[in-house]
């Protein structure tokens, strides 16, 4: 079967990659399948979580000159239709997103456009909803663009905020019911539209 060539980008836990393998594993993302993880940090899980799995993994500084020439580079030599960012603390620019022939999609723990944007990351996105007061939080996934979390929303899932969250408990439950959901879904629906323009062109 025709599937997706997806790239999976990573700053740490990786435990978005791993919901992506699982969904594979279980044959609910069917149309595409992750052909390579980029780690942009020696020593993270998410490495961990690549090689346990069998599948190609990299690790290509954030830090480093030219960090986006080498991604894009990666990216072409492994045929990758698609790419996407599964807790990624960085931000590509509006170049790479041109240069990259296919989507790009990215995960964020809120309901973009809350508490999104630079800045907005990891358990900061959390303490911002807390610090509000928001009863209600989320996640979603959207196509990456040259403005940070600004591209179009694939899929959004909401999340109640409890009395006592902390950032912590509030990450894991947005984790849990929305994100480790969202993003299979995501990139099986992103995947199959891939297919589908690659059938067309045959
Ligand atoms: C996830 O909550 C993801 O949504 C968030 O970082 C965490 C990474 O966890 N991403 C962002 O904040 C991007 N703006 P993971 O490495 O275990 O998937």
């Known amino acids: 079967m025709l599937t997706a060539r997806i790239a999976v980008i990573a700053s740490g836990g990786g435990t978005n990659l791993q919901a992506l393998i699982d969904a594979r594993g279980r044959g609910e993302l069917k149309s595409g399948q992750i052909a390579l993880v980029i780690a942009d940090k020696a020593g ?23 960090f986006e020439e080498k991604v894009l580079s990666a990216l072409a030599e492994h045929n990758i239709d698609m790419v996407i960012l599964a807790g990624f603390l960085g931000i590509f620019s509006g170049g790479f997103i041109r240069k990259f022939h296919g989507p790009v999609i990215n995960i964020h723990p809120a309901l973009i456009p809350s508490f999104c944007g630079k800045g907005f990351y990891g358990l900061r996105v959390h303490q911002a ?45 947005v984790m849990e019911q929305a994100e480790w959901v969202l993003l299979p879904q995501a990139a099986e629906l992103v995947s199959a539209q891939i297919i589908r323009e690659k059938e067309s062109n045959i």
């Not at 799995?53 to 030219?66: K, Y």
């Not at 509000?132 to 899929?155: F, M, N, Q």
Request: with cysteine; net charge neutral.
């Open 44 to 66: 993270v899980k998410a490495i961990d979580r690549a090689n346990a799995a069998g599948i190609a993994c990299m690790v290509i500084p954030r830090r480093e000159p030219e």
């Open 129 to 173: 909803a807390l610090d509000y007061g928001v009863k209600v939080t989320g996640a979603t996934v959207h196509y990456a663009s040259e403005v940070v979390d600004g591209g179009k929303i694939i899929l959004q899932k909401a999340v109640d905020v409890l009395p006592g969250d902390t950032p912590e408990i509030l990450q894991r439950r």
